[in-house]
């Protein structure tokens, strides 16, 4: 008898989302709500290690689930498989379908259906069924049989092999997985596959997914030079390097100029505090878990006319954000109307404890520089403030290009059982602040859609949802409007009426944190900036080493303009020169020969475009001076 079985079901946990299909776990024996997809790729984690098997006798089997966008199934391989071995697997997939193999239940008493396991010579799904069967009081378990391979499993299946298309599935990758997980687990080798109904869908995900991976910022933040991560330094922690610094630079002077212009003040805060601030703010107890665990000191007492020398415990905090350090600046001097809207901004750095299985490349980091900004002002304010903080953000995206997005207004639920411990309880204010928004995304013409229950904890917000160039969306800025801390943190303002007030305070950040930011730009322009943002903007390559003294006089003379210009290095021949310019992906290459030195020109060859022209120095450093100042997507020479 054939070995091994497929425990493919409670894998992703009691709930794991395929696609818009909401699969249930529970071991009920009830078939609910599996669509056709799935049943193939069920089916083709059996298929697969039927063939896996075949090859290489003497395996053991681990999990083998449908996944988001195939299936895969993991192994204790007799002797390793690379993706070499893919096209003899998959042959014999092919084949295993074609013979039209049906699949048979059949349900075992819980003893027996241990013993069957056994017999299988499966020590892991041994240890599963086992657990299973004791957690959920299980009387039985379900088998499944297709030709001469057995698997333990829940189903459902196709009916048989041959209803699977043929067509339409694709190994993809050989991983290590720890068994459950868990590193103190073997280590098996985890085969992954693509699956769907159609061929011409599995072409349509591969090519986007191969799309994807050229863009990934991961990759191209290395090739490029922008980030390193550095186990020494630690998880989450990015090293900016030169070339990820300069765009970081780049895109906070754009910021800082949009700021000054519609009247902000900047403020520099400390990346600590102490923890008791963080109890007043109410981000402790409840936001404990993605903050990094206090620094304990011992502190002197401040008690210098006693000259006591009694040393207290302070307990400090890296700031998970900004909001409390600037509730504080606003609180350092006395306030009246006068003085409002009061518009605090600083590229400020955060810390936040991420999970470290979720901490990844930009995207998930634990510290992190956000373009935040907190702004105080009276009621009668609010509208205003929130439209002008919308023209800004209008405006950073054109001169991004930016325009796959769609403006979502977060509200909260107050059906949710469970508001009271998630929003702050003041049901007036809620509907109060939430008529204001919707009145200013009204006004302003901009089409949105609701979210409710994605409010923060204090109030409504705008947020702006894009859609990536590989079709994900990523939730990049918002704004929001904060009815609830500032009254926590006795911030006041003295009224035209001689009265104390509270302010609002609407937080914002159009760009959003550095990391967030230079990931989503890296995809977006496919590492290929535009000269303003480009780590180097100028590239001059000589046709030979004789004219590198006039090429060098240009590089100084652009320099001197704060241009980002370099003489590429002069052993290469002039086509491996340029190749290794796009490479880089070098917006602009100027290429210097005997002509170029005799007439006092030069001959610009632009990133992503087949044509050269040969300009004057002065009228390309004209045409140059101008893309940068406006920030325009390409040099764009006069004729
Ligand atoms: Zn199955
Ligand atoms: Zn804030």
Redo the contacts with the bound molecule.
Sequence with gaps: MRRGS?I??SLDGPRAKLGNVVLKFEHSGEETEFDELYKIR??L??VLAQAVLEIRPGSTLGF?PPIRDGFYYDFVLSSPITSDDFPEITRRMKKICKQGQK?YREDLEAEEALKRIEEMGEPYKREYGAELIAKNNLTSLSF?RNGPFL?M?????VDNTREIPRDAFKLRSVAGAYWRGDSKNTMMTRIYAWAFEKQDELDAYVSAYEEAQARDHKRLGRELGIYAIDNDIGKGLPLWLPNGTVIRDELERLAKELEFKAGYQRVATPHLAKESLYHTTGHLPYYAEDMYPPMELLESADDEENGSTERVKESYRLRPMNCPHHHKVYAAEPRSYRDLPLRLAEYGQVYRFEDSGAVSGLLRVRGMCMNDAHIYCTREQIKSEFKAILQMYQQAYDILGLDKFHIRLSKWDPEDPKGKEKYVDNPDAWRESERVLEEVLNEMEIEFKEGIGEGAFYGPKIDIQFTTVTGREESVSTVQLDFAVPGRMDLKYVGSDGEEHTPFCIHRAPFSTHERMVAFLIEHYNGAFPTWLAPLQVQLLTVSEQFDEYAQSIVERLRQQLVRAELAPSNDTLPKKIRQGATRKIPNLLIIGEREVADGTVTLRRYGRKDQVTVSVEAFESALLHAISSRAPEVVLQD
């Design positions: 497929a493919g079901n069920h089916s984690a059996h083998g699949f499944y698997d499993c829940q189903g459902p299946h």
